[in-house]
């Protein structure tokens, strides 16, 4: 499980399931097509499903684990950010 914030719900932090690693195959403006494996270093494996989620009409929001781990933005910088990746 991850924190989870979106632009959608500007003040609000919740948990959802995301996968450490993925691949993703995309197309490029020439047509051309590309793969790529993005991880948990970087985050961007997480960005990635956030994003495509978004292109697929799912919000975070949708992914929530627990509706108790809904929190507002100050919640989450009090209780969770030290043990978030968004912490470093």
Known sequence: ????ACLSFLSI??????????TVRY?????????TRA????????LLQHEIDHLDGILSIDRMVDVKSL???EEFERQHRADSPYGR
Request: hydrophobic residues 40%; proline residues 0%; contains cysteine.
């Open 1 to 4: 499980m991850v924190w989870d």
């Open 13 to 22: 932090f919740m948990q959802v399931e995301r996968y450490e690693w993925i």
């Open 27 to 35: 197309q490029d403006l020439l047509g051309q097509w590309h793969e």
């Open 39 to 46: 991880g948990r270093e970087d985050d961007l494996a997480e």
């Open 71 to 73: 929190c507002s933005r």
